[in-house]
């Protein structure tokens, strides 16, 4: 360690958090005007750098280096504001979730574009054009286009600051921020208003990841690494907060810095590796803001909405041939082995497909009933995979105590996590359990002589028995079976009452003497357990376990199940689950670009069938009960 050495980590830090607001504070202005989730914001991080690597490649010799970079974000604005008016534009109504399911498959698509247009392979672009060297600063060389980054930034802040506060344009934006349903009670055109900046935000993610291209090659998993990291810097900054975006950047940015400065350091005779704490500070820095000013540093509490949108339908009990359906269903399920050949792939898939449903279904119970969104509920999941893996490994237990074993390690970890997550909710719970989620992420994956690292475990094999025939998936049927059912009964007891008050009013619940909080921590730690039993059986079915299993797509896995199938409905995650299971499976080993189709259905499904498969079931089924009465009457 050295003074010189700290300066340069430092410098890297301000060139890392200029790249870094940029992509944020365009996620800023969206997210604070629209309230819109949009996971695709990193897609055109990714488009930008993409873009500019095309545009550099052919136009440069003609018009110069810099014009062809900067076209780059312009067509970022364009496909931003284009995207709005034909997607975007069409869900504002409708639930948080299903704006984060629509901007999702929006990944799907553009990921796919991207690996049509340009190729799986990393594309390195050229060096800035009177950039490509170093300028000495205390005997260590900076690059120069570094030294051009940094600047970057604040002037980019120095240019909203003024657009936003001497434009009218920038009036309507801080109003809507702050209060979008009044603004169009105005006489404002929200519509015009949204895409505006929808179009604003895209440009600046697009410039973020063309001004990267020098940096570093366009590659395709660009997109989840950065909409992550641009989350992270709009919650801890505030919600359309521009200066807390750029704090937050700087503040995430500098410790990353310093964290690389310092490596290994020896605590207490215990060798402490500060530069892998890099992967996980951010994260860290979230959740302390989280808990301490839940809106961020320098955000203001939202306003309360001045419509809630469509009322919650109530979770009605089944009926008597639904109950003989599902019996029939389940005794189907349990006899199909039997009509099929031995070691056929329908039980394997099936398998996959009941450890997703109650996957599913546990993030159901907290989500639509509970109302409490969640982004993490993979780190349950892979606490039950790891935990079964590790009883088994390192303790040398069975898999029938390594199935008890998962859900416990499950429960240990929500009971933890659910003390801090209960006391937020809306986005800022969501957020929340992102960041733990992430944090447990970290640790497996950095914890290479107990998880195996990156490398996960490997070898974790069922029991004897289960080899036998279709053994083990009549052991999976039967615990998911049970934990899905105890779901199912559990909604209706006095616990599941008390959680749907506490969702639907938590100041009248408190009032008539309801513990929300203590209810709310008893419903996650239940799911989590359950989630925990379904990563069990996960890691048995598959013989070993990998960090993906915590990861934020495994998280984003469950509610699109949930959201496919219908929030509103107990079959939604069960359906949804089947549905999304098979899908992948199918469409996967049918094409190339299987993202892009998968994307594409999920679109024409949340479009067209916004209360989800099951749910429109439902409606179709009380459509023709209805006609069928009415003839009657008749």
Known sequence: ????????????????????????????????????????????????????????????????????????????????????????????????????????????????????????????????????????ILGRQFPSYDLLLIAVGPLVLLGLHLLLTRTRFGTLVRAATQDREMVGALGVNQAWLFTAVFALGTLLAGLAGALQLPREPASLEMDMTTIGAAFVVVVVGGMGSIPGAFIAALLIAQIKAVCIWLGVQEIAGVAVSFSKLTLVVEFVVMATVLIWRPWGLLGKPQAPARHGGAPEMPLRSASPQAVWAWSALVLGLAALPLLLAAENYATVLLTDMLSAALFAASLHFILGPGGMHSFGHAAY????????????????????????????????????????????????????????????????????????????????????????????????????????????????????????????????????GLDVRRIQWTALVIAAALAGVAGALFVFSKGSVAPDSLSVTKSVDALVMVLLGGIQTLAGPVVGSAAFTWLHDTVARNTDYWRALMGGIMLVLVLLFPQGIAGFAQQLQAWVASKKKVQVAA
């Open 1 to 136: 360690m050295s003074a010189s050495g700290l300066l340069a980590q430092l410098l890297n830090g301000l060139a890392s958090a200029s790249s870094l607001f940029l992509v944020s504070v365009g996620l800023s202005l969206i997210f604070g005007v629209t309230r819109t989730i949009n996971f695709a914001h990193g897609s055109f991080f990714m488009l930008g750098a993409y873009l500019a690597f095309s545009s550099v490649e052919s136009l440069a010799p003609h018009i110069g280096f810099w014009p062809a970079l900067l076209l780059a974000p312009l067509a970022c604005g364009l496909l931003g504001a284009l995207t709005e008016i034909a997607l975007l534009r069409r869900i504002y109504q409708a639930p948080e979730l299903f704006q984060l399911l629509a901007t999702f498959a929006l990944v799907l698509v553009i990921k796919d574009a991207a690996l049509w247009l340009w190729g799986p392979e990393e594309l390195f672009g050229p060096r800035a054009a009177g950039l490509e060297g170093a300028v000495e």
């Open 381 to 512: 999941f892979g606490l039950g995979a790891y935990g079964a893996a590790l009883a088994v490994r390192a303790l040398d237990l069975p898999m029938e105590a390594a199935l008890l074993f998962g859900p416990l390690a499950a429960a240990a970890g929500a009971l933890l996590y659910g003390w801090f997550c209960v006391r937020l909710s809306g986005v800022y719970l969501t957020m929340l359990t992102l960041a733990f989620a992430q944090i447990t992420w970290a640790i497996v994956f950095q914890w290479d002589d107990f998880t195996g690292g990156s490398n996960g475990l490997t070898g974790v094999w069922p029991s004897a028995w289960t080899d036998q025939g279709a053994n083990f998936y009549w052991l999976a049927l039967a615990l998911c079976g049970a934990g899905i059912y105890l779901l199912r009964r559990m909604l209706f007891s006095p616990l599941g009452y008390a959680l749907r008050a506490a969702r639907d009013s938590a100041v009248r619940a408190d009032a008539i």
